[in-house]
């Protein structure tokens, strides 16, 4: 499945070079990092609302959305999925409580 999410991000860093009116992507990226992180914000709430209404599918959807323009956010700011799974391979089999107390103590 980690392949999934490569090729995503391959296709995003292709989308810098289409123009806004042939790829969505190319739309947010043209309109800039405000324009993404609004639109990260709008799916955040969609997930949540569909959490609390117990649909599971509607979750499953909200989250893939999430994923996608959070992936969206990563690429405009010239980070790859890579940087993202590394960091979580880095929290792997590392407390939850210790890996927020180390951050803290930073």
Do not use: P
């Not at 392949?3 to 070079?17: A, S, V, Y």
């Not at 959807?61 to 323009?69: G, I, K, Y």
Request: aromatic share 4%.
């Amino acid at each position: 499945m980690v392949e999934i999410l490569q090729r995503l991000g391959d296709i995003l860093e292709q989308r810098k070079q289409a123009t806004a009116g042939e790829s969505y992507v190319a739309s947010l990226y043209t309109q800039g990092t405000d324009a993404i992180l609004k639109k990260i914000g709008e799916e955040a709430t969609e997930m949540i609302l569909a959490a609390k209404e117990n649909d599971a599918s509607a979750l499953v959807h909200e989250v893939a959305d999430l994923w996608f323009h959070s992936l969206v956010l990563l690429a405009h700011k010239g980070l790859s999925v890579d940087a993202v799974m590394n960091e979580l391979a880095r929290r792997f089999g590392v407390s939850g409580l210790q890996e927020k107390a180390d951050r803290q103590g930073k």
